[in-house]
């Protein structure tokens, strides 16, 4: 049994875990906001890290300390019905019902719609997604291979196609980045706008079912000891948050340079689309198809796994991995052909409900093991924050026109008592608040050690 990994290994899942994260919203949404944020741009990336890049990092740790084999397990921890519910509404976010239609959407819609033509979009965009998924799917049935068809195959190519986007843009920058003029409310308060960006990407609510895949290839390298575990998770997860980090803010910073001869354009990719024209001309749309391909190609590859492995875990009496990874493929095919923009647009509101149970989760899993583990940490913490996300939830869903405007008076009873829910930063103090009451509450009550609980119960029958 192995004791730890070496520096190959740790960039071998490193390289495979930043492959897996980084898809489709994680090259349109920082370009998009670079051009929103214009000269307030490197406080919006700041606020973009810390959700897109950051929250992720530390979910992918909080699964290793956790000593949990899964979301499910590791949201049991409030209680069962919780689990159900939270694990299936953020597998089917990140899966078939948002993140992964946009995996084709994305690559169909930023580089190849212009050598399409208007009038063949639609069933171009049909053949495009059933052979993506398709190959996707090929992929899916051999799980095991993740490691080295996303780390040492995929995620290479990307880098080095986007290298040279990259290069040109920083070599030959089209503007300015100072004194660009910001936009909404990038003018004035850029860090919690570039915030809540991030919940954009899905990659925070991404972490918890990736971190699973993580540990997994850890065991499969000959490291199994938990403690061991959560180590070099812990260290694998740096090479993607460096990466991350990097690509995030040269995305967002070309841009808002993008500005001194692009208009301020509606979405990330049409932004992409432009700049590489600018650059490269027609051979700039076959270099921007590549790289957004082989971005959201890695990323489909692992969100098909991880929500057929959750499934199977969940009901196991019901189909077998094989069987589920086909039907997300079939499922997400069809939802992937309603379009781009319909997709971003309706995943908001469930984004609003899912982020800060996430984030609230996440934080607690960091710090519970070290006050003892015990449930009543997590049921606090969590009580206190779903008011806040079903508001969140619903003022977006009226916004968007979901919805009714009936919901408001819960909307504004609930904003008027939370702090900062203006800037869709509400559930930070009643995350706070029940995360201290929680700690306060496990010393007093001294109630079982969970870790030690599902260590037993994992070992005894694997969920």
């Keep these: 049994m192995k004791q730890k990994l070496s520096i190959k290994d740790y960039l071998l899942i490193g390289s495979m875990l930043f492959g897996l994260f980084f898809g489709a919203g994680n090259l349109i949404f920082p370009i998009f906001m670079g051009q929103q944020a214009g000269g307030n741009v490197w406080q919006a990336i700041f606020g973009l890290v810390s959700t897109g890049v950051v929250l992720p990092f530390l979910g992918v740790v909080a699964m290793g300390l956790s000593k949990t084999n899964g979301l499910f397990q590791l949201a049991s921890k409030v209680h069962k019905s919780f689990a159900y519910f939270f694990t299936i509404a953020l597998y089917l976010t990140i899966g078939p019902f948002f993140a992964l239609p946009r995996l084709a959407t994305v690559p169909y819609e930023v580089g190849l719609t212009t050598l399409v033509g208007d009038q ?37 190519l990307f880098l080095a196609f986007l290298s040279i986007l990259f290069i040109t843009a920083f070599i030959n920058p089209i503007g300015p980045v100072q004194g660009t003029e910001a936009l909404g409310g990038y003018s004035d308060s850029a860090f919690f706008t570039g915030f809540i960006e991030g919940y954009n990407t899905m990659d925070a609510l991404a972490s918890l079912a990736f971190g699973v895949i993580v540990i997994n290839s850890i065991k499969q390298l000959g490291i199994e000891d938990p403690s061991q575990i959560a180590l070099n998770t812990l260290k694998s997860g740096v090479v993607t ?11 967002a910073v070309m841009g808002t340079a993008s500005l001194g001869s692009i208009d301020s354009l509606e979405n ?22 590549v790289i957004v391909i082989l971005a959201c190609l890695k990323t489909a590859i692992g969100l098909i796994i991880a929500c057929s492995e959750m499934f199977v875990k ?65 049921v606090t913490s969590i009580v206190l924050v779903i008011p806040v996300a079903i508001a969140d939830f619903l003022a977006q869903a009226v916004e968007l026109g979901i919805i009714g405007n009936q919901v408001n008076s819960y ?46 119960e994992a070992a005894a029958q694997e969920l």
């Design 411 to 456: 909307v504004d009873f609930i904003y008027s008592i939370t702090p900062f829910s203006e800037i869709g930063m509400g559930w930070g103090v009643p995350a706070m608040i029940g995360t201290i009451l929680g700690i306060i509450l496990a010393f007093v009550t001294k109630g079982p050690h969970l870790g030690n609980q599902f260590q037993k």
């Design 120 to 156: 063949y979009n639609t069933i171009g965009l049909a053949i495009f997604s059933i052979l993506f998924f398709a190959v996707a799917i090929f992929y899916a049935l051999r799980p095991s291979s993740i490691v080295t068809s996303v780390g040492k195959v995929l995620n290479p």
């Design 268 to 289: 990330g990719g049409l932004i992409l689309a432009a700049i590489s024209s600018h650059y490269f001309g027609n051979l700039g749309n076959i270099l921007l198809s």
């Design 241 to 251: 948050l460096a990466l991350m980090a990097v690509i995030y803010g040269a995305l």
């Design 314 to 378: 969940m009901f196991p009496n019901t189909f077998s991995y094989n069987v589920y990874v086909f039907i997300f493929g079939v499922v997400t095919t069809l939802i992937a052909n309603v379009g781009l923009t319909a997709i971003i647009a309706y995943s908001l509101p469930v984004l609003m409900l899912l982020y800060p149970l996430a984030i609230t989760l996440i934080i607690i899993s960091l710090v519970a093991p070290f006050v003892g583990d015990r449930r009543i940490t997590y």
